[in-house]
């Protein structure tokens, strides 16, 4: 089990990160808001040794776009982010909507950042912590008395889910869950519920401009 860790800088460690904008990609492969066509809010971008099987080259990136807009009483409006919603496993017919996108796109030679979006996510890097035995029994003991893994932001290992539990199909696999606190406190992005990104498993054979996964909210 992998246990993420937050930080302000990027470090050797670093596997991803959260919000801000996104350098190194063509702005056309920027994802847009179905029906409205604006542009979609920057979640999450993985670098390739987010993979620890190596399945993704060094000249590509996964970025992960959602659909938010803000609400005039705080918050973001809960009928757009219920597109991707998926608190049963029939929920999961909405994510071909397209208000959430995950996307594998060759990187090029522009260190600018790019920030397309009216909304833009706090910027913080994300890495692995490394497990010890304590940890290692909670998740354990956790899982054997509810039949999954532990709520914290982590890479890989077994997901916690506050509604259904939600098995997508074998084309894809879990790979990362980020509870709402750990990204903003402020917008309420998940409906203060979680976040899950499942990897398409053919990732090597994708080409740029591809989706390369899933990504859903669940909330209470």
Not at 51 to 79: A, C, L, P, Q
């Amino acid at each position: 089990m992998s246990k993420l860790i937050f930080t302000k800088e990027k470090t050797n460690n670093s596997i991803g990160y959260i919000g801000g904008g996104i350098s190194k990609m063509d702005k056309n492969l920027w994802s847009k808001c179905p029906k409205k066509k604006t542009y979609q809010t920057h979640l999450f971008t993985v670098f390739p040794n987010f993979f620890r099987n190596g399945s993704m080259t060094e000249d590509k990136r996964i970025s992960v776009f959602i659909s938010i807009e803000e609400h005039s009483n705080g918050g973001v409006k809960e009928s757009i982010s219920s597109k991707y919603t998926v608190n049963q496993k029939d929920d999961l017919s909405l994510l071909s909507q397209g208000y959430s996108k995950a996307l594998i796109y060759d990187i090029n030679d522009n260190d600018n950042e790019l920030s397309l979006a009216e909304i833009i996510l706090n910027k913080k890097y994300f890495e692995i912590l490394p497990d010890d035995d304590d940890y290692m029994e909670k998740e354990h003991v956790f899982f054997e008395e509810h039949g999954m893994g532990l709520d914290i932001s982590k890479q890989q290992s077994i997901p916690y889910f506050e509604q259904d539990i939600i098995t997508p199909s074998r084309k894809y696999s879990f790979y990362l869950q980020l509870l709402e606190e750990d990204i903003e406190s402020d917008l309420n992005i998940f409906q203060t519920g979680i976040g899950y990104f499942y990897s398409d498993r053919n990732i090597k054979k994708l080409q740029s401009g591809s989706e390369a996964g899933l990504f859903f909210i669940q909330n209470t």
